[in-house]
């Protein structure tokens, strides 16, 4: 889960490599409440790209419930924890050691796509944000959930930095080309790992790509 990328690090891999290191689950290995609540709108055995994924908690989740699983995180410790998580649950994933924008993955190749906390610095947001598009077949959803700026009141986690936080506004104008089903502005109890643990300002999103390709 890429809950922040420092906008100083140069290489966010070895940033979350720190972040993740040691046996604790970070977020813990229990799946993104919104995620679970909302999977209803993913096609049953359907191809799932799970961008940001940390240490596998979503990911390992989706592939119990018999979907079709690429795990994708730039750090190399939260591949293999995230690698370890599936082994023990008994469900296979397909591990990338990468990043969105993610060029080398075809277009339109996933039924869905889930952000939960994959906040990164405004000059990137956008081309991660067409990237997920790009990648949606038509009819793909895309659920997200992310912290809003009203989080730094919060001591829940997430990014200190205000600029990498989201709106509802700034996601319709990122997301203009799918149909939003649902997008609001919430107060949650999270109880995510050591990571996110408390009240949290969050936004979610459920937003589905026209079944033609237009809107």
Known sequence: MMDAVS?????PGAFWDQMYAGEVYRYGTAPNAFLVAQVHHLPPGGQVLCAGDGEGRNGVWL????FRVTSLDPSRVANEKAR???EVRGVTLTLLNDRLPAPALPDASFDAVVLTYVHVPPAL???VHRDVVRLLRPGG???LEAFTPAQLSRTSGGPRDEAMLYTPALLRDDFTDLHIERL???TVELDEGPGHTGLADVVRLVACKPPTGGR
């Open 7 to 11: 906008p100083s690090a140069p290489d």
């Open 184 to 186: 609001s502005e919430e």
């Open 125 to 127: 947001r956008s081309a």
């Open 84 to 86: 370890r998580l599936a």
């Open 63 to 66: 592939a119990e419930q018999g």
């Open 141 to 143: 959803v895309v659920l």
